[in-house]
């Protein structure tokens, strides 16, 4: 876990490069710490996008909800998660992400 030092969180630019990433995979320059970046480095970009549902500031960044629709041969996939990131600026040291469940649907 990263110290953190006092800086008030710029969550908005945080929010727009954490969707970003969860869309492509690729994160921007700075957006996450190493050891952060390492936890998600398993992650794969969606190849049906993601659907955010709401996003709310807190006093360390913000939670957002949302959902990433995954297709692969004849299956549909949709992943209903939240996450909790930490931002010190707009890089995110601390993220905890949560998967609230998966539906499957045949093509």
């Known amino acids: ?5 006092e800086s008030t969180p710029d969550a908005t630019t945080a929010v727009a490069q954490v969707i970003r ?3 492509t995979g690729v994160a921007a320059e700075g957006l996450f710490t ?3 970046a390492a936890e998600l480095a398993v992650r794969d ?4 996008g993601i659907r955010v549902a709401r996003v ?3 006093d360390l960044g913000f939670t957002m909800e949302f959902e990433r629709l995954s297709e692969s041969d004849d299956r549909h996939l ?7 990131a ?3 600026g707009s890089t995110v040291v601390d993220l905890a992400l949560y998967v609230g469940g998966i539906r499957v649907r045949r093509a």
């Open 56 to 58: 709310d500031p807190t």
């Open 86 to 88: 930490d931002v010190v």
């Open 45 to 48: 970009a969606v190849s049906g």
């Open 78 to 84: 949709l992943d209903r998660e939240m996450l909790r």
């Open 1 to 5: 876990m990263t110290a953190r030092t």
């Open 34 to 36: 190493e050891d952060v």
């Open 21 to 23: 990433y969860l869309e």
